[in-house]
Structures are given as structure tokens and as C-alpha cells.
């Protein structure tokens, strides 16, 4: 097992995601506790000493079911990483309460890492209101010895970050990030990484494998990956991108099988850096699978100059392309909710003004009916 040190602790390289574990049924909120419990057990026996659960995860059930998991082993002999539930915000002033629920749910006196959930567009004005006492109480825990390191996972934008670091950077010990090599470029992760390395604060790495998209290429991205390393499994693809990025410390994966736990412990056994050649090839790989199907915006906003509704035009560009190349999800309606309704693309009236002005002959009206579409599920 790779190993990284971090402030004296020699922490797994792979860290056990339980957002996706094995249930019953098909049931997202019933863990399969059984086929957990092995999958944990092959993993600690191999090294992993990190295990990251959440409120929210498999509708509440993850934390209480690592929680039973864990407690057949020594708790010294593993860290813990769960997070308050922030992107709920009618949470926001109830910190101390899920705060004593999770440490019974996880069956512990103390949480090694804890995180502010997932800070974006949504929740950054409730979580920079002091008047909800969720930063107060958890440097108090910290204090006390209940919570270890204090950090934060973000899926929000640059600005929504750099907020987030104004007021609260020197206090976060590390900060989760959705990085991979996709997200490089398509959501901006070099330069989330570069800010947050500008504050001195370590790496954590979520989303490797962007839900599965990168575990699975298609032919063509397959040959292009064999051709240099005939014996490297695609998924290891992934990984070893990340590892090289100065600063990252922990990779988490969402492990639902117990292939999958094997496959990842086989690719962390043994560090084989990326050389800059395939690390470009990697990256031009990237650009391929996302180029052809998202809108070329260069942002140069032409276009918002010529907007009657003024609507930043750019940024619900980038939201679409997002959307459109994920197939859904929750970041483009996550930022859209933190916008009044009148900034929706659903408020666009269609005139085509700044059409006339786009030089990449973008047919943003149209955009903007698609987008309304999508998020209406149509």
C-alpha cells in the first residue's frame, strides 16, 4: 500500500469511500452489511486505514453501518472521516445535535477528519453566517479532542472556494476535492488544486473515476492506454494521475464489490508514476471525450453586454455543458438554486441579441430552452 504522511500520521494513499457500498434489493438505504463487512475486512488486511462516510449517505445508513463495521477492529487502527450535512440547509442549525448523533451512529468518542459537506453556490452565505455557530462548535469539538482534523469537501465553484478560505482557510487542516482527469480542464480542478495548495492546505481527492465514466472507455480510448502500458488496467489509469499531483495525500473510491477493492488494492500496491508523456496523452485523451459534445464558450462575454434579462450567459454555458455531458446530476441545479429565478436560463425571451455577437456563432437561445428542458427532467 502506497502511504502519505500528513502532520506525523501515515495515512492510506486509498481511502474507502462508502457512498456506494453493496445493499439488499436494490435498496439504497439497506447496506448489505455482510458483503460490507468483507469488503472492509480484505481492505484493512491490505493496508487501507481510511474510511469516509457522510449523514446523507445511502440515505442515512452509512454511517451507522461503517460504525458497526469498524468497531470489530482497534480504533487506533484506523481514521475516520464523516461531515456535517451542509447541503441540507435546513440543517444548518442543527450541528451539535447530528454532531452527537454521528459518533453514536459511528460508534466512537471521536471523529479523525470531519468536513464542512460539500461547500458550494447553495450553502456558502449559511456557512459563512456565524450566526448558525457551525464553525464555533466545531473548532470546539476539535478542541476538545473529539474531532482530530477539520477540513472541507467542495464542489463549488473557484469563487465559492476562495470565499470559503477568506474566512475560514487557516483553520482547515485539508480541503476534498472532485479531481480527475477529465475535471482537469472540464471543471476547472487544476485550478481549485492550485488555490488550495496556495493556502498550504492538503489534497483530498473524491470522484477519481468521475461515477464510473473513466473506469470503462471506449475501445478507441482503451487501444490509445494499452498502447503505452499493455498491462495497466484502465481504472489504474486514473489513479496514477492523481498521485502524481503535488499535495494529494488521499484518493477516495467508492468501492461497491469486492473486485473493485481488489482491483484498487492491486493498483495502490505498488506506486508507477505517470511520465509527462503520458500524462499529456492522458489529458489530450480527456479533451477528446468532452470537446465534441460541450458548446466552445470562451467567455469573453459578448454576449452579456447584449442580454435584456442580464443573465451571465458564460457561466449557464458552462453549467449546460456540465449537465448535458453528465447526463444530469447535482452540480448545475446546486448552482442554479443559490440564483434567482429571473437569472434561470428559463428566463431567456429568446431575442437572439447576443447571438449576433458570438464569435463562436454559439446558438445560445436554443441552449437555453435545452437546458430548461433538462432540468425539468423533459
Not at 469539538?141 to 477568506?166: C, D, M, P, T, W
Amino acid at each position: 500500500m502506497i502511504y502519505r504522511d500528513f502532520q506525523g500520521l501515515k495515512l492510506s494513499a486509498l481511502g474507502f469511500g462508502t457512498m456506494r457500498l453493496p445493499v439488499l434489493n436494490g435498496e439504497y438505504g439497506a447496506v448489505d452489511k455482510a458483503a460490507a463487512a468483507e469488503m472492509f475486512d480484505y481492505a484493512v488486511k491490505n493496508g487501507v486505514n481510511y474510511f469516509d462516510t457522510a449523514w446523507g449517505y445511502h440515505d442515512g445508513a452509512s454511517e451507522t453501518a461503517v460504525g458497526e463495521i469498524l468497531s470489530a477492529y482497534p480504533r487506533g487502527s484506523y481514521y475516520l472521516a464523516t461531515k456535517f450535512p451542509g447541503y441540507d440547509l435546513s440543517n444548518m442549525d442543527k450541528v451539535e445535535e447530528i454532531f452527537e448523533a454521528q459518533l453514536k451512529k459511528c460508534r466512537t468518542d471521536y471523529f479523525d477528519f470531519y468536513l464542512f459537506h460539500n461547500v458550494c453556490e447553495m450553502n456558502i452565505g449559511a456557512y459563512l453566517d456565524e450566526s448558525h455557530g457551525i464553525f464555533a462548535y466545531l473548532k470546539k469539538q476539535k478542541g476538545n479532542g473529539r474531532i482530530r482534523h477539520l477540513g472541507f469537501s467542495a464542489h463549488g465553484s473557484y469563487n465559492v472556494i476562495e470565499r470559503f478560505l477568506e474566512k475560514y482557510g487557516k483553520d482547515m487542516e485539508f480541503c476534498q476535492l472532485q479531481i480527475n482527469y477529465l475535471d482537469w480542464s472540464f471543471q476547472n480542478a487544476k485550478e481549485k488544486v492550485e488555490l488550495i495548495r496556495k493556502h498550504g492546505i492538503p489534497v483530498w481527492v473524491m470522484e477519481p473515476l468521475r461515477g464510473g465514466r473513466l473506469a470503462k472507455l471506449s475501445p478507441e480510448e482503451e487501444a490509445k492506454l494499452k498502447e503505452m502500458r499493455p498491462d495497466e488496467n484502465i481504472p489504474a489509469w486514473a489513479f496514477r494521475f492523481l498521485l502524481g499531483i503535488p499535495g494529494v495525500k488521499v484518493i477516495l473510491s467508492g468501492m461497491s464489490d469486492m473486485e473493485q477493492v481488489k482491483d484498487n488494492i492491486r493498483t495502490f500496491s505498488e506506486d508507477k508514476p505517470l511520465s509527462e508523456s503520458e500524462r499529456a496523452a492522458l489529458l489530450e485523451l480527456a479533451e477528446g471525450m468532452y470537446k465534441n459534445s460541450v458548446l466552445p464558450c470562451t467567455a469573453c462575454r459578448y454576449c452579456t453586454s447584449h442580454c435584456p434579462k442580464h443573465l451571465d450567459i458564460p457561466d449557464l454555458i458552462k453549467l449546460y455543458n456540465e449537465h448535458r455531458f453528465t447526463g444530469g446530476g447535482f452540480i448545475a441545479p446546486m448552482a442554479l438554486s443559490a440564483l434567482p429565478e429571473e437569472k434561470w436560463p428559463s428566463a431567456c425571451v429568446g431575442c437572439r441579441s447576443c447571438e449576433k455577437v458570438c464569435p463562436q456563432q454559439i446558438r445560445i437561445s436554443e441552449m437555453m430552452k435545452d437546458f430548461t428542458a433538462r432540468l425539468k427532467g423533459e
